[in-house]
């Protein structure tokens, strides 16, 4: 039988074929001074499985790598191959493979690279590649109007490029001028305006209701309630929370902070939540999440659930680029939160611990919206 790719992101390299005796034999491949090889592993029988395919590959890239980098300093400088960009990045994620990078950020850095960088300067040597060469790419996938981006993401790709080059030099693979030394980020402001009224909260509550599914009007009113980012609402589960006490235990990965903290849930929607606990863990197939699809990717899944509907609500007749700061996206959930505590005379320095901000800096920017407050403090004073 004929030779079958391993699937799975952490499988790069990996083949099996099955043997006319019913056994499988494992294999994998690399790259040996520019060329691809192959390399047998062994078979089930004799008590090789996938797991031992891909330490073998690492431990030869590993090695390989060694032996390439003592030739290279044998042959000197001026003989040095020097590798072109693509070549570069395929090292910086086989590297990142054999040090086990979390999946998502390697698909992340697959994407991008692929569909915004490869075909710009992947077939250039990094001692052909200039700063111009750099920037251009940036300026085009700034200005692409068929498949537009954010100025986020161009930084995001200008990132990337800064990454992939520390990589070559930090391993040895070049050793020319660091181009990305002086290219610049673009500016972006992402202080959104924008955030929710209390009739558009009740709005955007009472459409999910309706509409949606129990799982999408519960992301949404547990983004309403607690603050937390999307990513950390929809990775909630049941026995994160004390219904007792009305608090959650929140799970921030980009905290700089607190990584746990706690949300707290008032006595309007305790009884909301317990109704939802009790009905999804009937269900034979519970997760364990207080979101209980199952769904791979949870952020991205809600992200593009509720994406038409916060477009369909609140942001007709706005441009996507240039009205961005005053449009309502998932992210305006957690801004209404710290929003609407301020307005309602909360203190700073509470709203600063119930966000879970780093520090004040980051919650004074509600501090302006509390003008009702200010008057009604003037209004106390005694003389």
Not at 356 to 375: F, I, P, Q, S
């Amino acid at each position: 039988m004929g030779m079958e790719k391993i699937s799975g992101s952490n499988n790069t390299g990996l083949y099996k074929k099955k043997l006319k005796n019913g056994d499988t034999s494992y294999f994998f491949t690399l790259k040996v001074y520019g060329k691809l090889k192959w390399f047998k592993v062994g078979t089930e029988k004799n008590g090789y499985r996938v797991v031992d395919a891909r330490k073998a590959r690492i431990e030869k890239y590993n090695e390989i790598n060694k032996i390439e980098k003592k030739d290279i300093q044998r042959l000197g400088r001026k003989k040095r191959v020097i590798p072109t960009f693509h070549e570069v990045f395929n090292h910086y994620i086989e590297y990142n493979l054999a040090h086990k990078v979390k999946k998502e950020s390697y698909l992340k850095s697959q994407g991008v690279y692929n569909f915004r960088i490869k075909k710009h300067i992947g077939d250039i040597p990094l001692d052909k590649l200039s700063k111009e060469d750099i920037e251009q790419l940036a300026l085009i996938n700034k200005n692409d109007t068929k498949n537009p981006i954010s100025l986020t993401y161009v930084n995001m790709i200008i990132d990337l490029i800064r990454t992939v080059m520390n990589h070559a030099s930090t391993h040895s693979l070049y050793q020319g001028t660091d181009l990305t030394k002086n290219i610049k980020r673009y500016p972006v402001d992402n202080k959104r305006r924008r955030f929710l009224s209390v009739s558009e909260i009740q709005t955007l509550l009472d459409y999910t209701k309706e509409h949606s599914t129990p799982n999408i009007y519960m992301c949404c009113l547990l983004c309403l309630i607690t603050g937390a980012r999307i990513n950390v609402v929809v990775h909630i589960k049941v026995k994160d929370f004390d219904l007792e006490n009305q608090t959650v235990k929140l799970f921030d990965e980009k905290g700089k902070t607190d990584k746990y903290y706690l949300g707290y849930i008032s006595d309007k929607h305790i009884d909301i939540i317990k109704n939802h606990i009790e009905n999804i863990t009937k269900d034979k197939n519970f997760n364990g999440y207080i979101l209980s699809d199952h769904s791979v990717n949870r952020r991205k899944y809600y992200q593009g659930y509720l994406r038409p509907i916060l477009n369909k609500l609140f942001n007709q007749g706005l441009d996507k680029d240039k009205d961005r700061l005053d449009r309502v996206v998932v992210h305006t959930l957690r801004h209404t939160f710290g929003s609407q505590l301020v307005i309602s005379g909360v203190d700073i320095y509470t709203v600063q611990k119930l966000m879970n901000h780093k520090d004040l800096e980051m919650t004074m920017r509600y501090a302006k919206l509390n003008d009702t407050v200010k008057r009604d403090g003037i209004n106390k004073l005694n003389f």
